[in-house]
């Protein structure tokens, strides 16, 4: 199983030498990806932006968008700007990509949130035609530039109801989770995405990659708690927890953040075990030298 990083998210707006640095050291470590949030209402950098400065500092690495909410952006402007990026960082980029649910980002967006899942299979119809070299629509001419992966970026799709598990039989790669609930929701969930994937006669089994919250230290654990509680404010109180790392109960999750690399080793060993072929580890702490600590897991 690969274990990649991710960017810390956190309430305040990461600058450009910590992400410069931080990817530079991820990349030197041995870390397989590296990946950056994505919502528009929050005080993060733009994640097709940002992985464009890390892929320039890095050479090795995958770079990947975890996840992007797709339906709030035109199909044809997010094909080519995936096709740049996946060329300019010669076939690293994975677009990690769902519809998301919060009303604040469509509306800064102008973007309707009722149809966004019918949205979204059409834009990845469109998407997949341009980075075929295909027309993208009737009268409009194919686009540049070609990706360097044949097929164009690599696509892992994200959430949890039917149709979106159907979405990644007919147009990913794999499956993503966001931060790991717990191993035996994250194998249900994956195991129905396997029957879609049969269904739709696909080869082979699509990739299976999750993310756990984690962080070296105990304050920093619990800053990295309460940047989630911040990130999920939309939800709630009742709400906000269920967004609890692998083996960890969910009306705890505040309070559970793994702070050690044995913890963490054992939640990553529960995601071995159900099959995953890839785990993000992500920090809600701006210090650079989490990579360096996190690195003892590889």
């Known amino acids: 199983m690969n274990i990649g990083i991710g960017t810390p ?4 707006t990461l600058s450009a030498d910590f992400i410069k640095e931080y990817a530079r050291r991820a990349d030197a470590a041995g870390f397989s990806t590296i990946t950056h949030l994505d919502r528009v209402v929050y005080t993060n950098h733009d994640p097709l932006i940002a992985l464009t400065l890390i892929a320039a500092v890095t050479e090795r690495i995958r770079i990947q968008t975890s996840v992007l909410l797709t339906p709030l952006r035109s199909a044809g402007l997010v094909a080519k700007k995936a096709a740049t990026l996946d060329a300019i960082s010669g076939g690293r980029l994975t677009l990690g990509m769902a519809v998301g649910s919060r009303p604040d980002d469509y509306a800064a967006a102008g973007a309707d949130l009722s149809n966004r899942g019918k949205r979204f299979d059409e834009q990845l119809a469109i998407m997949h035609r341009i980075w075929s070299g295909e027309a993208p629509l009737e009268g409009v001419p194919s686009m540049g530039p070609r990706p360097v992966q044949q097929a164009g970026p690599e696509v892992l799709i994200g959430g949890r109801v039917q149709a979106a598990l159907r979405r990644v039989a007919q147009w990913g790669t794999g499956y993503v989770t966001g931060a790991v609930f717990s191993a035996e929701t994250a194998k249900a969930i994956y195991d129905q995405v396997l029957i879609e994937w049969e269904k739709a006669g696909r080869e082979g089994v699509p990739r299976f990659v999750g993310t756990v919250a984690c962080a070296i230290g105990e304050e920093q654990a619990k800053r990295t708690a309460q940047s989630i509680d911040h990130y999920y404010h939309y939800r ?13 109960a969910a009306s705890d999750s505040r309070n559970n953040i793994p702070s050690n690399i044995p913890a963490i080793r054992e939640i990553l060993k529960a995601c071995e075990a159900i099959g995953m072929d890839e785990v993000i580890v992500r920090p809600g702490v701006e210090e650079i030298e989490q990579v360096d600590k996190l690195a003892d897991l590889l």
Do not use: Q
């Not at 998210?9 to 305040?12: A, E, N």
């Not at 709630?236 to 960890?248: F, I, T």
């Open 9 to 12: 998210g956190t309430p305040h």
């Open 236 to 248: 709630g109180p009742g709400l906000r927890n269920d967004k609890a790392p692998s083996n960890v």
